[in-house]
């Protein structure tokens, strides 16, 4: 009938739904329940009204993890009062964080002043006629707004290598005033894919705003002001300066299944999206990254015992859509990390925004990075990423070792710098992790499965998350 109601007698056919494919994602999913649980004790812990971590592997791009706050609940959707993914969709404003890329742009053009010194406090400037910017004595009235280091804090006369550690807004301004121009700037900004799509497969994204027009623009977006981008962006940036000048495109899917006949319906590799500046600069950058850590410097509550990280921290004022204005007493705190420091394999995007900016707890941060770092096998400590003379440091391909008697496989593994451990007293293999053809590195422990009966405990101390995990799943 007109209304939708069944006659007697009618047929109703219903057509059941068929099942989709399955999505792999990159996630490890106790990584993630560990962002997720130190999320919201940044917000408790500080006051925060936002708060954000991502995780990725360096040299492939994948996403290990990732996540902001507040978060909702999909079983009660008329209590979601934000739709939207803060990692692709949110326009920030990340504050000195984007500090580095500054660097890197005079370093890669062959004008960045090593060893040389400026004044810092505050940077007074007007333009002469072609549009160059002119440093003029404090005081002088120009009609242009006056650049300050950030709380007012001057350092006197310091080396631009200090001012990297110290977070100088006046050393960025010296950098794009007198050794970088406009048009190298602009033109590193995009090969850095700043204010544009990342184009990450399946998940909705935002380009940002790439505002450099005046001047005071020009200066403030290279200590992360006036430009807005996304997190995005940062991270796939920043892989440049970790990866040895190769910007990997970040991905969170890993391939898309047929789960009736069990078949690859799309893969996603990791891609290499460009390579903005070379391997020489991007190892100059992470060198003038690591005295961001010194004790003294703005990474300095960022330390961790035994592990060498990298890090450039930021501190970014809000732009208020409702009063026009930059919000007086909340910032945008965070920090952009990777480890080992000299050839890192994991990094980390940690921030917040919140009226704490100056005494902040970094704990969520430094929870993070150290579970990322033992999920993956990763020895965060200099020694493991700059061997001494003696050791060994390199990659091995796993060779096929079941059904192979226990003396085969030691003789297939003497000369694999790793921690060979037998589970059981068998004199034959069984099973074996890591599994043929998967890359292991120096000092990882690979578990050969015997077909023996007795089984020993071993002594765990020192091992990671995924050694423990591969012990109890042979």
């Not at 004008?111 to 400037?125: E, L």
Request: with cysteine; net charge negative.
């Amino acid at each position: 009938m007109v209304d939708g109601s069944l006659l007697p007698g009618t047929l109703n056919v219903y057509k059941e739904a068929i099942d989709g494919d399955d999505v792999i994602l990159t996630i490890d999913s106790n990584l993630q329940s560990i962002v997720e649980a130190q999320l919201q004790e940044t917000i408790k812990a500080n006051n925060a009204t936002k708060a954000w971590a991502i995780v990725v592997e360096v040299e492939t791009g994948k996403i290990l993890a990732w996540g902001n706050y507040p978060t909702f609940d999909q079983n009660n959707p008329k209590e979601i009062s934000n739709y939207m993914n803060d990692m692709t969709e949110m326009n920030l404003e990340p504050g000195s964080v984007m500090k580095p890329f500054v660097y890197a742009t005079a370093i890669d053009t062959g004008v960045y002043p090593a060893g040389k010194s400026y004044t810092a406090g505050s940077f007074t400037f007007t333009q002469d006629g072609a549009g160059k910017i002119i440093r003029v004595a404090n005081g002088t009235d120009t009609g242009y707004p006056v650049i300050n280091d950030a709380l007012g804090e001057n350092f006197g006369v310091i080396t631009f290598e200090q001012g990297l550690a110290f977070s100088s807004n006046i050393a960025i301004c010296e950098l794009l005033a007198n050794y970088v121009n406009y048009d190298q700037f602009s033109n590193y900004l995009d090969k850095f894919g700043f204010y544009q799509y990342v184009d990450i497969p399946f998940v909705p994204e935002t380009t940002g705003v790439k505002n450099i027009t005046s001047a005071s623009d020009y200066l403030s977006t290279g200590f992360g002001q006036a430009s807005a981008l996304t997190i995005l962006q940062l991270v796939q940036a920043y892989s440049a300066i970790f990866n040895d000048g190769k910007m990997m495109k970040p991905y969170v899917v890993e391939e898309i299944l047929n789960p009736h006949t069990n078949q690859v319906v799309e893969k996603f590799e990791p891609e290499v999206v460009s390579e903005p500046i070379s391997a020489e600069t991007a190892a100059k950058v992470r060198e003038l990254m690591a005295g961001v850590m010194a004790d003294g410097a703005t990474g300095d509550r960022f330390k961790i015992d035994g592990v060498d990280i990298i890090a450039k921290t930021g501190t970014g004022e809000i732009f208020n859509e409702e009063t026009h204005k930059y919000d007086e007493n909340n910032y945008t705190s965070s920090v952009m990390a990777a480890a080992p420091g000299n050839d890192p394999k994991i990094m980390v995007y940690w921030g917040m925004q919140s009226t704490n900016y100056l005494g902040y707890s970094a704990e969520p941060f430094k929870t993070i990075m150290q579970a990322a770092l033992i999920a993956n096998a990763v020895n965060g400590t200099a020694q493991a990423s700059a061997p001494q003379e003696g050791d060994t440091w390199a990659t091995y391909t796993m060779p096929a070792l079941i059904n192979h008697s226990i003396e085969y496989a030691n003789e297939k593994m003497k000369d694999k710098n790793v921690k060979l451990v037998m589970i059981g007293d068998g004199n034959t293999v069984i099973d074996q992790f890591a599994k043929e053809g998967q890359t292991v590195y120096s000092y990882d422990r690979v578990f050969l499965l015997t077909n023996g009966n007795t089984i020993t405990m071993p002594d765990m101390t020192g091992w990671t998350r995924k050694d423990i995990t591969a012990f109890w799943q042979l």
